[in-house]
Each structure stands twice: as structure tokens, then as C-alpha cells.
């Protein structure tokens, strides 16, 4: 049973993170075509962000919805003290984002009549875009880290759709900020590729501005709130009917207690106890 709920949230990983990279290198692809105005530009920062924003909506629910493999490493790393996912579990999520991530970019090709998979000629490797994608990797995880502290992971689906449109529109890389999907974007040779070559220095920015925007959060944030267990707070969002069943248990808590005080008090030292009353007895004469 376990091991079929994991082959779901795996498949829902490598399936979202295909659909992505997918939107993403169409987008690029369909950008270079001629089109009225900057309609395409436009069209090839929106429809990315709001791919992504459906996305998670869709699949939090079976996987989390991590699509990233820093994602994922921030989850557990945020987590690791009890009520985050299992490592081991988590282990295997970045193998399948970079699974999906292939298969997207395999596919947005194929739609756009090219072969399946091509090498990227698209050199990207300077100062100012490692910084780039540092930056857009780091408000990434502040973001995503950020709300499922607070208890807002609800909103994550429009937060971090928002921020990869400004993202998007504004880093001089164009915002990767995801391991897996530049990975894919190698295997494309369009407006959204990049050259092999320059993948490792991208990943590196990635992870340093990962570990920036986790080092934001636990200082704007502070330590998680953990529960009277000691396990790590809620992951997701905290619904009203959470909020209510915890109350309920405060108060039969409470109610235990106050039952506890009362029958400790009423034989307590010092006090005799108060003499039960006996059935009359019948003497046979």
C-alpha cells in the first residue's frame, strides 16, 4: 500500500514537472515565430507562471507538488526534525523531476515538428546571470518556506506563480531556478535552451541561492512552532476544522484535568473521606 502511494506522488512529480518544462520550452519555441507586437514575449513569460500556478493546485494534494528538486531538498531540509516527509521517500523525487523534465522537453519538440532531442546551443555563462538565477533560486525558497511556516501554504499557487512571472520578466537569466528544468531546457534548441556547458554553472547559482533564501527564512521567520510532541508544526495550510479539533482536544484536556484535581482533592491528607451511606439491613428476629 505504501509502496503504490509512492509510485503516485513520484509519477505526479515526473508528470507536473513534464507538463512544465514542456509550457516552458513551447513558449521559447513559439516566441521565435512571428507574432503582432511583443504578444509573443509576453505570452512566453505568462504562460509558464501560469502553467505552474495550475500545477500546484492540482498536484499538492498527491505529491506536494515540489516539481524542483531544491524544492524538494528545502522540504526536507526544513522538516527534518519530525513532521516533514521521509528522506528516503524525498530521495527519489529529484530523479523523477529530471525524468519528467526530459520527456517535457521531448515533447514540446516534437509539437513544434523538431526532433525529439537536441543539443542547446545557447551559451549562458557570465557573472550577472549566475547572480541571476541565485537570486531568483533564493526568493524562490524565502517564498515557498516562507508560507508553509506561517501556515499559508494555500496560497503557495498564486505566490509562486506571481514571482515567477516577475522573476521571468525580471533577471537577466530568465529565471531557471529549477535543477531539473535546466537540465531539459539543455535538450531544446530554441529561445528557452541553454548549452550544456553552461548548466553546471546555473545549477551551482541555484543551490547557493537556495541555501541564501532558507538562511531568510529561518531569520525573518525564526525556528518552526513544533507541537506538545515535539513534532515539527503543520506543513500545510491549517484549515478552520483543524483549528477546531485542536480546540476540542484543549478542552477535554482541560476537562481531564479539572476531573483529576477534583477526585485528588477529595481524598487528600488531612481530609477524611466522606463516609458512604449503606443500605439498611434487615435483622431476622
Request: aromatic share 4%.
Amino acid at each position: 500500500m505504501r509502496t503504490s502511494a509512492l509510485f503516485r506522488r513520484l509519477a505526479a512529480e515526473a508528470v507536473g514537472t513534464a507538463v512544465l518544462a514542456a509550457v516552458l520550452i513551447g513558449s521559447g519555441l513559439r516566441a521565435a515565430q512571428p507574432a503582432p507586437g511583443g504578444s509573443a514575449a509576453v505570452g512566453a513569460v505568462l504562460a509558464p507562471a501560469l502553467a505552474l500556478g495550475v500545477l500546484l493546485t492540482v498536484l499538492a494534494p498527491v505529491s506536494g507538488a515540489h516539481l524542483n528538486p531544491l524544492v524538494t531538498a528545502a522540504v526536507w531540509w526544513t522538516g527534518r526534525r519530525g513532521g516533514g516527509p521521509p528522506g528516503r521517500e524525498l530521495a527519489c523525487y529529484p530523479v523523477a523531476q529530471l525524468c519528467g523534465a526530459v520527456a517535457g522537453a521531448a515533447v514540446a519538440n516534437a509539437m513544434f515538428g523538431r526532433p525529439l532531442l537536441e543539443v542547446s546551443g545557447r551559451r549562458l555563462a557570465a557573472g550577472p546571470l549566475w547572480l541571476a538565477e541565485a537570486v531568483a533560486t533564493g526568493v524562490l525558497l524565502l517564498v515557498v518556506c516562507g508560507l508553509r511556516h506561517v501556515g499559508r501554504g494555500r496560497w503557495a499557487p498564486v505566490a509562486v506563480a506571481g514571482w515567477a512571472v516577475a522573476a521571468c520578466w525580471g533577471t537577466s537569466s530568465g529565471a531557471f531556478a529549477n535543477p531539473a528544468v535546466t537540465a531539459g531546457r539543455a535538450l531544446s534548441d530554441g529561445a528557452a535552451g541553454i548549452a550544456p556547458g553552461s548548466v553546471p554553472g546555473f545549477v551551482l547559482a541555484q543551490c547557493a541561492g537556495a541555501a541564501a533564501g532558507l538562511l531568510l527564512v529561518a531569520l525573518l521567520f525564526g525556528p518552526r512552532a513544533t507541537t506538545p510532541d515535539g513534532a515539527a508544526g503543520p506543513v500545510g495550510p491549517v484549515g478552520p476544522v483543524a483549528a477546531a479539533g485542536r480546540g476540542g482536544q484543549g478542552t477535554a484536556r482541560k476537562d481531564l484535568a479539572a476531573s483529576s484535581a477534583s477526585s485528588s482533592a477529595s481524598t487528600s491528607p488531612g481530609r477524611l473521606p466522606e463516609p458512604r451511606s449503606r443500605p439498611p439491613q434487615c435483622i431476622d428476629r
